[in-house]
């Protein structure tokens, strides 16, 4: 047997053995991370480069960007819930949650393809087609998302196995945030030249590909595993009421909104800081996103040395309290010193890597609270609300840079820069991403999922 030693409230203590059953192959927990992986292609592309792309390729105003991106919250509001619901109630012989990889891989990569391209409608036709492109992309990523995300909890309910996945997805993750914030940057180049939405066209095209493969893969080769306490399929009137009445799962949903909506601020704004603020070219931009996501790919890694002696939780807060440090200070260093920024960010992404495989682990958790705490589950519905706040998180973000831009008067180009404009830019990637992360740390301090309440859950199942 395999046992676990955590921080408990009197020192180290035993998790106890992980049961057969609740075992994943490190081979399928890669092909899981592959699942991710390929959305993080997309997510990658929404988050580090659609804001640009639409301000300074596509030729659109920051506030009506903003407005695109906030308004189709109020679909995701209404579609998000009834996605769960129909993952809760799918049955295939492939299983509940993973046929959506199959049936959602070419619909996402198509739509990705859709949305970076630059038809000349007109302003007005313009604006129209990326509203359209962009709310066909989040629909079809919700119905691909939101059944990945929950497929976790029918792969193992061992919380070590838990982290483990996760770990290991996020590390897939960064390989995947390394091939799009470095690789789209050359391609627009390469692929392009002085055609800059040529570029982008080509090198998106190529990217959405590869999404698709990699949804391809983790459907063939991840298996659920059948987990008796949520065959029970709920009205989804019961089904939204039983997930609104965990208030595990309510302050995870607050801390989805405010994790997205830093990696989203921090990533929708690198352009425009490297660009402008650190005077980076192509090859800059690359070697930053290079070494941003490296770090990113450490810090999945090494967060399970520490889960493996303090619970979930408290690693999660202490790895907040550090970034708000650190993003405070940097405020104060200047932008002469390109290399030492680089530095920076290599360490700041380190510490940034631990916080995904900590926070999916608390919601899978926050999932498994529920069924202990009300007697039934309904992953789909839990990680549809998730999802929600995910993609609500890119519309706070996107209206966060824009209001900012708007509120100093951004213009594009290097020679129309003002040092309002410059100090703007900076606070989009220090002091704003700083708070947020001190407000995540104090929402998930609130959270009772430590090693107690966990194992009295546990205690729970197996009685």
Not at 152 to 174: H, L, N, P
Not at 197 to 203: E, V
Not at 348 to 374: K, M, N, S
Not at 412 to 438: D, R
Request: hydrophobic share 50%.
């Amino acid at each position: 047997m395999v046992t676990i030693a955590q921080q408990g409230d009197a020192g180290t203590v035993e998790l106890g053995p992980v049961a057969p059953a609740d075992r994943v192959p490190f081979f399928e927990k890669v092909c899981y991370g592959f699942g991710d992986a390929g959305g993080t292609i997309i997510t990658g592309l929404i988050a580090n480069f659609l804001t640009f792309y639409y301000t300074d390729v596509f030729g659109l105003a920051p506030g009506i960007v903003g407005v695109i991106f906030l308004s189709l919250r109020i679909f995701d509001a209404i579609s998000d819930p009834l996605i769960g619901m129909m993952a809760d109630r799918t049955h295939t012989r492939w299983g509940r949650f993973r046929p959506y990889l199959l049936w959602t891989a070419i619909p996402v990569g198509l739509s990705c393809f859709l949305t970076f391209q630059s038809p000349d409608l007109g302003y007005d036709g313009k604006v129209a087609y990326a509203a359209a492109t962009y709310f066909l992309l989040a629909l079809s990523y919700s119905l691909n998302n939101v059944p990945y995300c929950a497929l976790i909890t029918r792969m193992t309910d061992s919380a070590r196995e838990g982290v483990a996945c996760q770990s290991v997805r996020f590390a897939m993750v960064a390989i995947a945030s390394f091939g799009v914030s470095v690789g789209l940057p050359i391609m627009v180049r390469q692929l392009g030249g002085a055609d800059v939405a040529l570029g982008y066209r080509n090198g998106v095209a190529i990217l959405s590909l590869a999404a698709v493969a990699m949804f391809l893969i983790c459907f063939a080769f991840v298996r659920e595993r059948a987990v008796p306490s949520d065959a029970v399929e709920l009205p989804l009137r019961v089904a939204i009421s039983n997930t609104l009445k965990n208030d595990q799962l309510r302050l995870t949903f607050v801390m989805t909104l405010l994790l997205i909506g830093i990696f989203n601020t921090k990533g929708g704004a690198a352009l425009y800081f490297i660009t402008y603020v650190l005077n980076g070219g192509t090859t800059y931009q690359a070697l930053f996103f290079g070494i941003a996501t490296t770090g990113g790919f450490i810090g999945s890694i090494v967060v399970q040395l520490f889960t493996r002696r303090y619970d979930v939780k408290t690693v999660y807060v202490w790895v907040n309290l550090v970034l708000v440090a650190g993003h405070f200070a940097a405020f104060f260093v200047p932008g002469d010193y390109p290399t030492l920024w680089l530095v920076l960010v290599g360490l700041c992404c380190i510490v940034l890597g631990c916080t995904l495989p900590l926070h999916f682990t608390l919601i899978q958790l926050a999932d498994q609270y529920g069924e202990w705490r009300l007697g039934t589950r309904s992953s789909g519905m839990s990680f549809a609300f998730n999802q929600f706040f995910v993609k609500l998180a890119w519309a706070v973000a996107g209206v966060l840079i824009s209001g900012v831009l708007v509120a100093v008067s951004y213009q594009a180009g290097a020679g129309n820069q003002t040092p309002l404009s410059l100090t703007g830019i900076i606070l989009l990637s220090t002091v704003i991403p700083g708070l947020m992360h001190l407000a995540l740390a104090l929402t998930a301090s609130r959270l009772i999922l430590n090693r107690a309440t966990i194992d009295r859950m546990t205690a729970g199942r197996r009685a």
